[in-house]
């Protein structure tokens, strides 16, 4: 049998990750007695090498002679995220660290976990949306990405609220909305008739 990882629980964070995933993710390193691992995934850098001390060495993706740089742009709102999880961290008792990687979010995240040997991935649903529709039927969302193509473990936590609504309440949500329904919605029976 194989041993049990030994590493951290890895939180993928972008600036407007809900208090919930940061939540979850603290209460699960907490009662793992690990530290836990944020990291955001810079989407317009990409890898392009390591140096010897395995440093990774990025490039932006626009084209040169953009005047504004990501990483100003990112650095309050990152500022903000790393606030709110080293807040619950602390009242839990729970180490925390912060990365920031390059490229493809599920690559990234999925490289960091192995790498680190974690013991858990947790990540956030996107909300639903036509939006978060199109983006599962053309890509997959990051959430399902990643547990179909790596071997750590993937804990999801759902962003909208799944209380069942009574069969009027339900038949009036779905004649006002007017968005795609939740693929999740769909497969699963749930919120939309």
């Known amino acids: 049998m194989r041993n049990a990882r030994s590493g ?44 010897p001390d395995g ?18 742009r990112l650095a309050p709102a990152l500022a903000t995220i790393s606030a709110r999880i080293v807040e619950r961290a602390v009242s839990a008792n729970v180490t925390v660290t912060h990365h920031t990687l390059a490229g493809d979010p ?22 639903p949306g036509v939006r978060a529709s199109l983006s599962l039927l053309l890509a997959g969302p990051v959430a399902s990405r990643l547990a179909r193509r790596q071997p750590v473990p993937v804990l999801v936590v759902p962003l909208h609220d799944r209380t069942p609504l009574p069969a009027a309440a339900r038949d009036e949500k779905v004649d006002a909305e007017t968005d795609v329904p939740d693929p999740a919605d769909v497969l699963f029976g749930e919120g939309h008739a």
């Open 8 to 51: 951290p629980v890895v939180v993928g964070v972008s600036a407007g990750t809900p208090d919930r995933v940061l939540d979850e993710a603290v209460s699960i390193a907490r009662d793992l007695r690990v530290p836990l691992a944020c990291v955001y995934v810079d989407e317009s850098r990409v890898p392009i090498g390591e140096t």
């Open 55 to 72: 440093t990774v060495v990025t490039a932006p993706v626009a084209a040169a002679g953009h005047n504004e740089r990501p990483a100003e």
């Open 106 to 127: 599920v690559t990234a995240i999925a490289r960091f976990a192995v790498d680190r040997d974690a013991r858990l991935i947790v990540v956030g649903t996107r909300q």
